[in-house]
């Protein structure tokens, strides 16, 4: 069954495996994910039909969502859901889920977006859910290898706005957010993959919520 003429962003196909060992790992109670910046969709028809168990959510900006439903419609799984249009600026769809993914997002988005999506976690995340964040990051300060400050100089050289983002800041966001950090995983090709929890004491979702289970 060939890919071809189908949206290709080829950093999915070199880090998915590595990714997926980990998810395997950390999602294996949980039943539905979120995934946040699906973009082509690669990530999701790779990582549901391997993680049968969950109910996988992509989502995205309404210009990437045909990209991602003719992956679905290419590589169906029966647990993986028609993706779902979000901005995470704008209005978030009414779901209640056991964990939030997002992988090589936080350095495309202006830090305005960023803060944005961790204020919005409390609302879609259920008690002792976990935010799951994969992409190069600094930590106290400095990059992870060299090739990410040449990256990121070209991230901001084309938006000022974007930029890799330390791992500090994206904890301080956190824990506004009711949020602490379980795990900083080092991953190859200098990419990290960072894993908060939401308390377990905190407060019911809402009953408007659409629990995706």
């Known amino acids: 069954m060939s890919d071809s003429g189908l949206p290709d962003a080829p950093a999915c196909a070199r880090n998915r495996a590595p990714i997926l060992e980990e998810l395997r790992r950390l999602l294996d109670t949980a039943g539905s994910v979120l995934e946040i910046g699906s973009g082509t969709g690669q990530h999701a028809v790779y990582f549901a039909p391997r993680l049968p168990h969950l109910e996988w959510q992509p989502s995205d900006r309404a210009e990437n969502l045909p990209g991602i439903r003719a992956w679905l419609a290419h590589r169906p799984a029966p647990n993986l859901l028609p993706p779902l249009e979000l901005d995470v600026t704008g209005p978030w769809p009414a779901v209640c889920v056991d964990a939030v993914f997002t992988a090589n997002s936080l350095h495309i988005m202006p830090a305005a977006a960023v803060e944005a999506l961790f204020r919005q976690l409390p609302r879609v995340l259920r008690p002792g859910g976990q935010l799951?964040?994969?992409?190069?990051?600094?930590?106290?300060?400095?990059?992870?290898?060299?090739?990410?400050?040449?990256?990121?100089?070209?991230?901001?050289?084309?938006?000022?706005?974007?930029?890799?983002?330390?791992?500090?800041?994206?904890?301080?966001?956190?824990?506004?957010?009711?949020?602490?950090?379980?795990?900083?995983?080092?991953?190859?090709?200098?990419?990290?993959?960072?894993?908060?929890?939401?308390s377990a004491s905190s407060p019911a979702p809402h009953s408007d919520k659409q629990e995706v289970s």
């Not at 300060?141 to 040449?150: K, Q, T």
């Open 132 to 198: 799951l964040v994969y992409g190069p990051m600094k930590i106290a300060g400095e990059y992870v290898g060299a090739g990410n400050a040449e990256f990121d100089r070209w991230l901001q050289q084309r938006d000022p706005l974007s930029g890799i983002r330390e791992v500090e800041w994206l904890d301080h966001l956190a824990v506004a957010a009711g949020l602490q950090r379980l795990e900083l995983n080092f991953l190859p090709a200098n990419n990290q993959l960072v894993v908060w929890q939401h």
